[in-house]
């Protein structure tokens, strides 16, 4: 059998692996071997991974016999055949994938893979238990973030990687506004209402949760439509590979139109959501006879086009304060938990109602231990799942005491808004698995994972967090690092490589959370993605540690002679180089805004310049990573259209969601990005304008006005996001 090498061709010339987006699996139909009918889905996306290598592997599943319906799997290698055992089709693909990592033979990743496989297969042998049931994954606004423009072929690459990972327990959102909008029009509303009504595809999660209704819709009825199409294809998959995918449920929320043709009903017009400027939303009140009707119509025409389901997830007051009284407050909580219950109870006797724990973290003031308790009182605990994913913020489920005796599964969000600053917190992680494992007071803990609001970076992260579930903690941390680099690089690891990794644990792996996107109240990866301000002298600095991620990128630097142009490794170099030089250029805006504010104008003048190639110079960096690109998100946006007026909304939702946002608030740069394009045509002209402003206020001895020059940007923001305009780099 030829050996699979590790050269592929270049993904638009550009020096990277091919990407994750365009190729991930590049098997072509063959064979499946001797594998049964049952193991046929874990197959499937084997041959994706190796082609047909495949029928070297002998698959099947095995009886759980956990009491916890926990899964397993074992591997050997014997005769040359590699057989596997696993608990369902998910796990048999955790299994393969760890197998061919372990051996340094394979690497799956977002931004990329490697596949160098060996000619005959080494010995191998070894079995793999977890304690958790369920293994979770994806934020509801991944959706929004990460995943508009997302046909099957990605969407098939995703579930892919899910498989591979070991994830069981995804979120499934696409499709659900083909069942919204034939529900609104059962109850009397009208197309048009209804067009007004949706929010645009960027921005559908926050409609879904409650949170705004409109923003930059319409939203075409082509989109409705192939996101229908999509959610087919994707539930089919999941269920096929043995996972649970948790859909929609109705959590109250009710279009405006459907207000007002029914008066009789008691409606809450909710107040603007995250600091104004967003239209209300309308939450029909519990015990309204309307409410389990709705939401049981809405699984019933949800079953009709997707099929039975066993997870429904509805939020009904995801950052929104319930709309209770004073003296009834608990009352009308509990009354709120059990009705969404009742609506997936009476639709579908078996399911399991899932919530994300955001809320309990989120407005710790209003979700006290009684309001809690209440909310969840009338809610069988074996018939509820609490995603608790924020542990890396806030400390629910201890808080909470895990929940009250309902399930609940522990994990972290990472990612905000898919923005890509380098960080992470292994040994964090680690720590926390094995507290939490050990902590008798953890209740009815059934699942573990992470949800991302945003993907597509440090993959690194992931590939620890869903071995965690596996290894339980007790690996470690430098010899998963060896393994992990060993699969993603080759066995080309030397000394100094590894010492690079060590040093990057330290530096920026070693942040559980990235204080700065929120810093001053003000969104925004690093200063320089913020909209300008003079108050940047008060930063106090970055998280993390400079000199030693400095000394990462130099020794990375110099062994780069090792490995292709066209490999993983020269993108994490891109990736290192990227974070450094951004976390330094914010330090020279400090002196710039400094500098200009005391008159030194020779200093501004000079760091004005360096600042502006320094931006230039990132974007060259950022340029060789084709999925960091300003030009692939716009450019995804635009093909998703199937008329130039779709595509021009798209776009616009596309540049409006990572910039702007919406409100009046202060989401804008919430979802800031550091890509090619972002840096040169978007945070750059705004710093440059700001600090233009300010030099020439210094210059003519007037006082600036930092707030008319803030209103001037928003301005420029606004034509910028209006405008269809694709970036080249």
């Not at 959102?173 to 209804?194: I, R």
């Not at 917190?425 to 050990?438: A, F, I, P, T």
Request: hydrophobic share 35%.
């Amino acid at each position: 059998m030829r050996k699979m090498g590790l050269k592929i061709k270049n993904y638009n010339g550009l020096g990277i692996v091919i990407p994750f987006l365009a190729m991930f699996f590049f098997g072509t139909a063959v064979g499946y071997s001797q594998n049964g009918e049952n193991t046929k889905s874990a197959t499937a996306v084997l041959e994706r991974l190796i082609g047909k290598r495949v029928t070297e592997f002998d698959l099947s599943i095995m009886e759980n016999k956990n009491p916890d319906n926990a899964d397993s799997f074992e591997v050997e290698t014997t005769a040359n055949r590699v057989k596997i055992k696993g608990t369902s089709n998910a796990v048999i693909c955790y299994a393969a994938h760890t197998f061919l990592g372990d051996i340094g033979a394979a690497s799956v990743s977002w931004e990329g893979n490697r596949i160098d496989l060996p000619k005959t297969w080494p010995k191998y042998a070894k079995k793999g238990a977890t304690p958790f049931k369920y293994r979770k994954y994806l934020n509801a606004c991944t959706f929004g973030y990460t995943m508009p423009w997302w046909d099957w072929k990605r969407w098939e690459q995703e579930i892919d990687w899910m498989a591979l990972h070991g994830i069981n327990l995804p979120t499934a959102m696409e499709g659900q506004e083909a069942v919204w909008q034939q529900l609104w029009k059962e109850y009397g509303v009208t197309d048009s209402q209804l067009k007004s009504h949706f929010a645009g595809p960027a921005f559908l999660p926050w409609q879904r949760m409650g949170n705004i209704n409109s923003l930059e819709g319409p939203l075409p009825q082509e989109w409705i439509d192939k996101k229908a199409t999509i959610q087919k294809n994707i539930l089919q998959r999941m269920r096929a590979l043995g996972m649970h995918p948790v859909v929609p449920a109705f959590s109250g929320y009710v279009p405006k139109a459907f207000a007002e043709k029914h008066p009789g009903s008691k409606i809450s017009e909710l107040s603007s959501w995250s600091g104004g400027g967003f239209e209300s939303t309308y939450l029909l009140d519990s015990k309204d006879p309307l409410f389990k009707e709705i939401g049981k119509r809405f699984i019933e025409i949800y079953t009709q086009l997707y099929g039975e389901s066993d997870f429904y997830l509805a939020d009904s007051f995801n950052e929104i304060t319930p709309p209770v009284s004073k003296e009834h407050k608990y009352e009308e909580l509990s009354d709120y938990g059990n009705a969404i219950f009742q609506t997936i109870d009476e639709a579908s006797p078996s399911a399991t109602w899932v919530m994300q724990g955001w809320l309990f973290g989120d407005n710790k003031e209003f979700w006290t231990k009684e309001a809690t308790k209440a909310f969840l009182s009338k809610v069988p605990n074996n018939r509820l799942i609490i995603q608790d994913y924020a542990n890396d913020r806030y400390k629910v489920w201890e808080k909470q005491e895990a929940f009250y005796g309902k399930q609940w599964t522990y994990g972290y969000v990472h990612n905000y808004g898919g923005s890509n600053p380098v960080y992470g917190d292994l040994n964090y992680y680690k720590k926390e698995l094995e507290y939490v494992l050990k902590n008798a007071n953890k209740g009815n803990l059934v699942g573990y994972g992470v949800m991302p609001e945003g993907l597509n970076n440090n993959s690194m992260v992931y590939e620890y967090i869903y071995d965690l579930p596996w290894s339980q903690g007790k690996e470690p941390v430098n010899d998963w690092l060896m393994n992990y680099l060993k699969a993603r690089y080759g066995n080309k690891i030397t000394p100094p490589v590894f010492q690079a990794w060590q040093l990057l644990l330290e530096s920026v792996y070693s942040t559980k959370y990235w204080e700065t996107r929120w810093w001053n109240d003000r969104a925004g990866a690093y200063l320089f993605f913020k909209r300008p301000t003079l108050k940047i002298t008060e930063f106090k600095g970055n998280p993390g540690n400079k000199e030693k991620l400095e000394k990462a990128m130099d020794i990375l630097k110099r062994e780069a002679k090792n490995f292709d142009k066209n490999s993983l490794y020269d993108y994490d170099l891109r990736d290192v180089s990227r974070h450094y030089n951004s976390l330094r250029m914010d330090e020279l805006l400090m002196e710039c805004v400094a500098a200009y504010e005391s008159k030194d104008m020779a200093k501004a003048d000079g760091l004005f310049k360096k600042i502006e190639q320094q931006a230039l110079d990132i974007n060259a960096i950022v340029s060789g990573q084709p999925l960091n690109s300003l030009k692939y998100w716009l450019k995804s946006a635009w093909d998703y259209g199937s008329s130039p007026d779709e595509s021009r909304l798209y776009v616009k939702n596309a540049k409006t969601l990572i910039t702007l946002w919406g409100g009046e608030g202060h989401l804008n740069d919430y979802a800031s990005r550091a890509w090619s394009g972002m840096y040169k045509e978007f945070y750059w002209p705004r710093w440059k304008m700001f600090l233009q402003a300010l030099r020439e206020s210094k210059i003519n001895d007037k006082p600036f006005d930092e707030e008319k020059e803030r209103e001037s940007i928003k301005q420029w923001e606004t034509k910028w996001c209006e405008s269809s305009e694709m970036y080249d780099k």
